[in-house]
């Protein structure tokens, strides 16, 4: 990669003036109380945004961070589409839905700037597998600033990088500060690259105000990318004039950094001096519609995001067809769903701990196993390394890079072991993927589906056994999808794959060995329509995962007595079919909902309230939901019988709801 020419240089100082004059502009706005909300400004770290980006096409993607004014530009974002994005504008990049510091742009490799410090680098690694396994030689770069060096998941990130050879680069801009805290005090290790090669991976530390040094080290760690040689890392010093800025009464005077004192970004030899600076003043002015200011004032007359009424979708209930029908089980359905989709659509891979079945060790051989729940036994025979992808103890790496490989055009299946795992990862899953569309104003997928086991039944204890799905099911953006048989197993994972927004798969420890008769051919579950196992007339019963099974035994044992019940399974549980729900009150008056759960803030509570709020007259007696207690999941065989329900426990509720 040779050096930039004149033209090259221009263009590059041409950037960098672009960028101040941005921030200046926005700096004078926020002053005058024009722009609400946190701004970020990047005035100051200029060379680092250009000296990394000149070095990248429109292909090559980058996930950048809250104080990413300066990356978008330098990627060649519309920096007027960016202004009315900070403003909040209907016609801003991201339609308003963003802000300043959620701007992306697909279009030139742009994957979002992002808010969680140290969200880049999973998404990055991610997107970076997306690159690999097209072949084409393109890269992927994440920016973080010194702060971000705390945060786990970068160190995950990295580590995934470097075990997967992935053509990825850590970009860090060390400006001095950690939010408005000196990093003398907040970085352990003042050699943050020093930290990045004790992952593996070269790193370089370089004068972050000096354009050439970062254009200089960027190249070495874009050839070594390219080549198939890994990842890299960038430390980059550099200044930082402003602090968060947020309308008039937050805007602060320009600071430098606590041990240095403020630096301008080096300017090529031939672009430096007085006569220089006049002929630049023609050759290197910005575009008309690159002007900053052109963008302010384009961007005060456009008009604010508007609010459109809502509209909701109403699906018919589907009674099941009659279909030729082959006994399997739960955990078979599951795999035979993932050869499946895997044969239909090469841009769907897998990745999760020990889902090959083990790589590495003293022998380097895999068992196919695939993992100690065997769902994705074999698939690395049929597909291989880069589409079945071992990783390692990572859960927001595993849970982060399948959010980027979705942004980035694949179909990803991240699998955690146990979804009690969730807790070290829940920052990807409701911070990133489920807010991708959104915030990207309707320009993103994220066909992002997260498998993991959970459940109690099984004696693991607190850690191991936990019903989870109550916290996800609240977060807007996800799909959350509880099969409780071997057929919906199989057709609502088909599913999940071919949607375009993340959807989170629990699937029961206890349901694995269970076996179900599974419609042969191809077989899809649509999300959003329930299920009715059985059909009664006195009460109705919404149960969920492998509380369907013993519903089932409940009301299959109280017909002698004289009680028949409509039992509903959800499916999924966002979305809800609560249609479904309340056709059959309007039959039976009655409800109970079974959970495994604890009943403060669960899916049970919020059916009940649903019905309460908006089928209050069809009940004929109080709503009677059965669940776990309110307390962790015990270990000894007895206490964990005691804690999970039954269907004695649902029996005695149906019986007391129905006869008072």
């Given at each position: 990669m040779s050096k930039p020419d004149t033209q090259a240089l221009e263009a590059a100082y041409r950037q960098m003036k672009t960028i101040r004059e941005f921030e200046e502009r926005l700096h004078l706005e926020i002053q005058q109380g024009q722009i609400a909300g946190f701004t970020h400004l990047y005035s100051g770290q200029e060379a680092v945004a250009v000296g990394v980006?000149?070095?990248?096409?429109?292909?090559?993607?980058?996930?950048?961070?809250?104080?990413?004014?300066?990356?978008?530009?330098?990627?060649?974002?519309?920096?007027?589409?960016?202004?009315k994005e900070i403003y909040g504008r209907a016609d801003g990049l991201c339609k308003g839905k963003g802000g300043s510091m959620h701007i992306a742009d697909f279009?030139?490799?742009?994957?979002?700037?992002?808010a969680?410090?140290?969200?880049?680098?999973p998404l990055a690694t991610g997107a970076a597998i997306a690159t690999r396994n097209a072949g084409k030689g393109h890269v992927t770069v994440s920016f973080g600033g010194d702060g971000s060096c705390n945060q786990g998941t970068v160190f995950e990130a990295m580590n995934l990088a470097v075990v997967l050879k992935l053509p990825t680069i850590f970009v860090f801009e060390d400006n001095g500060y950690s939010e408005h805290t000196g990093t003398d005090y907040a970085v352990g290790s003042k050699d943050i690259a020093g930290r990045c090669r004790g992952f593996g991976m070269p790193a370089a530390k370089v004068n972050g105000d000096d354009y050439f040094e970062v254009y200089e080290g960027m190249r070495e760690?874009?050839?070594?990318?390219?080549?198939?040689?890994?990842?890299?890392?960038?430390?980059c010093t550099t200044t930082r004039f402003f602090r968060s800025l947020r309308r008039r009464s937050a805007a602060l005077p320009r600071q430098g950094r606590s041990r240095t004192a403020p630096r301008r970004a080096r300017l090529p030899e031939n672009l430096r001096g007085a006569r220089a600076q006049g002929r630049l003043a023609g050759r290197c002015e910005p575009a008309p519609d690159r002007r900053p200011g052109h963008a302010a004032d384009r961007t005060r007359r456009a008009r604010s995001t508007g609010r459109r009424a809502a509209v909701t979708r109403r699906t018919d209930h589907r009674r099941v067809r009659e279909l030729l029908m082959t006994e399997t089980t739960f955990r078979q359905a599951l795999n035979d769903a993932l050869f499946e989709e895997m044969r239909r659509d090469e841009r769907v891979i897998i990745l999760g701990e020990d889902v090959s079945g083990g790589a590495g060790g003293s022998s380097g051989e895999r068992d196919a196993s695939g993992g100690i729940f065997g769902v994705s036994k074999g698939l690395i025979f049929e597909f291989g390394e880069n589409r079945v992808i071992d990783t390692p103890i990572s859960e927001?790496?595993?849970?982060?890079?399948?959010?980027?490989?979705?942004l980035a055009g694949l179909r990803p299946i991240s699998e955690i072991m146990f979804a009690d795992f969730?807790?070290?990862?829940?920052?990807?899953?409701?911070n990133q993927a489920a807010k991708f569309r959104y915030m990207f104003g309707g320009k993103a997928n994220c066909p992002l589906v997260i498998r993991t086991a959970m459940g109690a039944g099984m004696n693991m204890g607190a850690q191991h056994s936990q019903t989870i799905y109550p916290?996800?099911?609240?977060?807007?953006?996800?799909?959350?999808?509880?099969?409780?048989?071997?057929a919906d197993a199989k057709g609502l994972l088909k599913t999940a794959i071919r949607d375009d927004d993340p959807v989170v798969f629990f699937e029961h420890k206890a349901l694995y060995n269970r076996k179900g008769e599974v419609p042969e051919g191809e077989h899809l579950v649509p999300f959003g329509e329930a299920a009715m196992p059985r059909e009664g007339d006195d009460c109705t019963v919404v149960a969920m995962g492998r509380m369907v099974v013993f519903a089932e035994k409940a009301i299959d044992g109280l017909k002698?007595?004289?009680?028949?019940?409509?039992?509903?399974?959800?499916?999924?549980?966002s979305p809800l079919d609560t249609e479904t729900i309340f056709e059959s009150l309007e039959h039976t008056g009655r409800l109970v909902v079974v959970d495994e759960s604890p009943p403060r803030c669960s899916v049970a509570s919020d059916i009940a309230g649903i019905v309460a709020s908006e089928a209050f007259g069809a009940l004929r007696a109080p709503i009677k939901l059965v669940t776990a207690p309110h307390a962790p999941v015990p270990f000894a065989r007895e206490l964990e019988r005691a804690y999970m329900p039954g269907p004695g426990d649902i029996a005695l509720a149906i019986q007391e709801v129905v006869r008072g």
């Open positions: 980006c000149d070095h990248l096409s429109d292909d090559d993607l980058i996930a950048s961070t809250h104080r990413g004014h300066g990356h978008c530009i330098a990627k060649g974002c519309d920096i007027v589409g960016m202004m279009d030139k490799g742009m994957l979002g700037a992002n969680i410090v140290g969200g880049g680098p760690a874009v050839e070594r990318a390219r080549s198939g040689e890994g990842p890299s890392a960038l430390e927001s790496a595993i849970i982060g890079a399948g959010a980027g490989a979705a969730v807790g070290v990862c829940l920052d990807q899953i409701y916290i996800l099911t609240g977060v807007p953006g996800l799909k959350i999808a509880v099969p409780s048989n071997a002698d007595s004289g009680i028949s019940c409509d039992l509903i399974d959800p499916r999924t549980l």
